[in-house]
Nanobody
């Protein structure tokens, strides 16, 4: 009923930039929090950045000042602008959203993940 589709991952050199997008579609009534998580090989999935419907944000300490999360509520889309990328940012990035669907059910949804590789 609900899909999150990510795009924008890829290979970039250290110091470069990438912009990730995640669009939610389906039987959506409303979306509260949206966020980005990442998982590097052999490590647990961790929060990168999150944004509430009203615009309040929070970031992992490791990305503060380099990454910016934003959203377009009219398009049910969340973005992650990643600047000054480092090799340690290499991971699979997952979109997450707290969504109420048309029948009133509230659930936590995940995208399929997009690979970000930072390497020279």
């Amino acid at each position: 009923q609900v899909q999150l589709v990510e795009s924008g991952g890829g290979l970039v050199q250290p110091g470069g930039s990438l912009r990730l997008s995640c669009a939610a579609s389906g039987s959506i009534f409303s979306i509260n929090g949206m966020g980005w998580y990442r998982q590097a090989p052999g490590k647990q999935r961790q929060l990168v950045a999150a944004i509430m419907r009203g615009g309040s944000t929070r970031y992992a300490d490791s990305v503060k000042g380099r990454f910016t999360i934003s959203r377009d509520n009219a398009k049910n889309t969340v973005y992650l602008q990643m600047n000054s990328l480092k090799p340690e940012d290499t991971a699979v990035y997952y979109c997450n959203a707290d969504i109420t669907v048309l029948d009133g059910t509230f659930n936590d949804y995940w995208g399929q993940g997009t690979q970000v590789t930072v390497s020279s």
